[in-house]
T-cell receptor, first 112, second 112 residues
Framework: NAGVTQTPKFQVLKTGQSMTLQCAQD?????MYWYRQDPGMGLRLIYY???????DKGEVPNGYNVSRLNKREFSLRLESAAPSQTSVYFC???????????FGPGTRLTVT | KQEVTQIPAALSVPEGENLVLNCSFT??????LQWFRQDPGKGLTSLLL???SQREQTSGRLNASLDKSSGRSTLYIAASQPGDSATYLC???????????WGLGTSLAVNP
């Protein structure tokens, strides 16, 4: 089992460019999450999907959109990247919200 | 508002020492508490999940305790090894907003 996979691993964008971060899990989990991790601020939830077909905002949703494409895949889109979105982005999944979360390896995004 | 604090922020110990990492939370209304490990440049790995009704959980050399009434959890690492060097994060699942609330982590260095 691959667990949670994320692509790309690294990305550099110019201000105003758009991109989509991809996430997939092969554990048949219902819930999926997108976090960003910044020094001194810890992990912050951007969006989550409690089950296929649903998405909800987390703490810091502004500037992002998500799509739960099917049970396996949950993508995060930056429509117009800003330097403040420079961060490490993690995708995670769990059987349900109260269960332990499994994380992907992360995407390191730099916006210049 | 639930807040999670981890003390100390950084810890350096010689190999073989038993050590305790601390996590405190402000609201005792939690479903569970989870401990994670993060290696530099990598994703997070779940170590232990303690349900709110439990007092402790053990996995190998790791033992996590939970005292909900005082808002505290400890992660005990026995006979530490250089391979234990990583950042350890705790997070509480607060059911009313259906998400994990994260601490900033303790960065542990175990010196040979």
């Amino acid at each position: 089992n691959a667990g949670v996979t994320q692509t790309p691993k690294f990305q550099v964008l110019k201000t105003g460019q758009s991109m989509t971060l991809q996430c997939a899990q092969d554990m048949n989990h219902n819930s999926m999450y997108w976090y960003r991790q910044d020094p001194g601020m810890g992990l912050r939830l951007i969006y989550y999907s409690a089950s296929e077909g649903t998405t909800d905002k987390g703490e810091v949703p502004n500037g992002y959109n998500v799509s739960r494409l099917n049970k396996r895949e949950f993508s995060l889109r930056l429509e117009s990247a800003a330097p403040s979105q420079t961060s490490v982005y993690f995708c995670a999944s769990s059987v349900s919200g109260v269960n332990e979360q499994y994380f992907g390896p992360g995407t390191r995004l730099t916006v210049t | 508002k639930q807040e999670v604090t981890q003390i100390p922020a950084a810890l350096s110990v010689p190999e073989g020492e038993n050590l305790v990492l601390n996590c405190s939370f402000t609201d005792s209304a939690i479903y569970n508490l989870q401990w994670f490990r993060q290696d530099p440049g990598k994703g997070l790995t779940s170590l232990l999940l303690i349900q709110s009704s439990q007092r402790e959980q053990t996995s190998g050399r790791l033992n996590a305790s939970l005292d909900k009434s005082s808002g505290r959890s400890t992660l005990y690492i026995a006979a530490s090894q250089p391979g234990d060097s990583a950042t350890y994060l705790c997070a509480v699942y607060a059911g009313n907003n259906r998400k994990l609330i994260w601490g900033l982590g303790t960065s542990l260095a175990v010196n040979p």
